[in-house]
């Protein structure tokens, strides 16, 4: 019991004040999430972590390896973005904690994750009975910043959060890098009278890392019940970008989602329509004043019906909002944005960027 207050302290609890809720709610990072308490000296060999809980608060399987950022012996050089220390995972390498939870619950883990050597290095993350692999190949910022979020339902009062390397590499010691883990309890928005669309305008979604400004990935294959946005799919090969107000220009509130990988990310909602109904879509796109450049158009897609929103940004953090009608053809109909084009930032090659989609509206259009 005392274990578990403590954990419950240490996630570090926020009164939510709204009309429909008035319970606390979990937020921020796990115990010993950003592995700045270091495993004792005893329980290292070099780096690697002797003993399965020698990581304070975690539990580990297979070789880990605590890890300080910079470079390396050997020649490597190690981005750790959050704080100082990290882990690595070695071939089919784990490690884990159990925290407390609410069943029922929808909630988002963010981390802080990069692969160190071979191109198809894969994080598996996992909360029974629900697990994801996500592809480390592509970076999406060129400083090795990446962060993910994953979400997950919770089935009964605690969650067993596992990141596993399931790689075999030839260099036993290849693997991802984690190097902060944080939750977030997420409430899932309801479509409103005004607007079929749920999270339309993108504010509900996963946890910041704090000094994070890298915005937040959403990795491809995300379904909508358990998705870290709530109400959106990730439908795509690549991953959709979770953006915040205080780091990017957003068009409207404190967030929105940013297309970064051309025709391979694409994001998806399915709403409850009525066929032989006219509707009336109505989006923004901009630019996140994030050095993203130049033409940009994003397309949508609902029922048999297309549209394509061109924007030029001058990286100014402008947008413009556009609409189009459609014919429902069924009583769901799915409706899909992605970017045209890909972009990089005119300041940093390595880093993908692309238009920003915010404050997405669907009304039925009532006959004159
Ligand atoms: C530890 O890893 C090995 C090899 O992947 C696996 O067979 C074993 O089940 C794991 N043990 C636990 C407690 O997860
Ligand atoms: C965040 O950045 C501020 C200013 O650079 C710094 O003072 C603070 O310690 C940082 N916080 C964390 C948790 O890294
Ligand atoms: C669609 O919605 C936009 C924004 O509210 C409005 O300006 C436009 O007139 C609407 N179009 C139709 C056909 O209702």
């Given at each position: 019991m005392a274990v578990l207050i403590s954990l419950l302290l240490a996630l570090?609890?926020?009164?939510?004040?709204?009309?429909?809720?008035?319970?606390?709610?979990?937020?921020?990072?796990?115990?010993?999430?950003?592995?700045?308490?270091?495993?004792?000296?005893?329980?290292?060999?070099?780096?690697?972590?002797?003993?399965k809980y020698s990581l304070p608060k975690w539990e580990i399987n297979g070789s880990v390896?605590?890890?300080?950022?910079?470079?390396?012996?050997?020649?490597?050089?190690?981005?750790?973005?959050?704080?100082?220390?990290?882990?690595?995972?070695?071939?089919?390498?784990?490690?884990?904690?159990?925290?407390?939870?609410?069943?029922?619950?929808?909630?988002?883990?963010?981390?802080?994750?990069?692969?160190?050597?071979?191109?198809?290095?894969v994080l598996r993350v996992s909360v029974p009975p629900q697990t994801g692999d996500l592809p480390l190949q592509t970076l999406y910022d060129s400083f090795g910043g990446d962060v993910y979020a994953w979400g997950f339902r919770a089935t009964s009062n605690e969650a067993k959060v596992t990141f596993h390397n399931p790689g075999v590499q030839e260099d036993p010691a290849c693997g991802p890098l984690l190097d902060a883990v944080a939750i977030k309890e997420l409430f899932p928005p309801m479509p409103t009278r005004d607007n079929l669309v749920k999270n339309s305008g993108f504010e509900e979604g996963p946890h910041l890392l704090i000094n994070s400004s890298t915005g937040v990935l959403l990795p491809p294959k995300q379904e909508d019940l358990t998705s870290p946005l709530p109400g959106w799919i990730i439908e795509s090969l690549k991953a959709v970008k979770f953006v915040d107000k205080k780091h990017f220009n957003v068009p409207f509130g404190l967030a929105a989602v940013e297309l970064l990988a051309g025709r391979e990310s694409a994001i998806a909602q399915v709403l409850r329509t009525v066929p032989n109904k006219l509707y009336n879509l109505t989006f923004s796109i901009g630019d996140g004043k994030n050095g993203c450049h130049g033409d940009m158009m994003i397309e949508a897609f609902a029922a048999k019906d297309s549209f394509k929103a061109p924007f030029k940004s001058r990286g100014k953090g402008e947008f413009?909002?556009?609409?189009?009608?459609?014919?429902?053809?069924?009583?769901?109909?799915?409706?899909?944005?992605?970017?045209?084009?890909?972009?990089t930032r005119i300041d940093d090659f390595g880093s993908l960027c692309g238009p920003v989609l915010d404050q997405v509206r669907v009304l039925s259009i009532r006959k004159p």
């Open positions: 570090s609890s926020v009164f939510f004040t709204g009309p429909a809720f008035a319970a606390t709610y979990l937020e921020g990072l796990l115990p010993n999430g950003n592995f700045e308490e270091s495993p004792k000296p005893t329980d290292l060999k070099k780096t690697v972590i002797k003993g390896e605590y890890i300080a950022g910079g470079p390396q012996p050997g020649g490597m050089y190690f981005a750790v973005a959050h704080g100082i220390h990290a882990v690595r995972l070695g071939n089919e390498a784990s490690i884990s904690q159990t925290i407390p939870v609410k069943p029922g619950s929808l909630y988002a883990l963010t981390f802080g994750a990069s692969r160190t050597c071979a191109q198809d290095e413009k909002t556009v609409s189009f009608k459609f014919k429902a053809i069924a009583a769901r109909t799915r409706l899909t944005f992605f970017s045209s084009f890909y972009h």
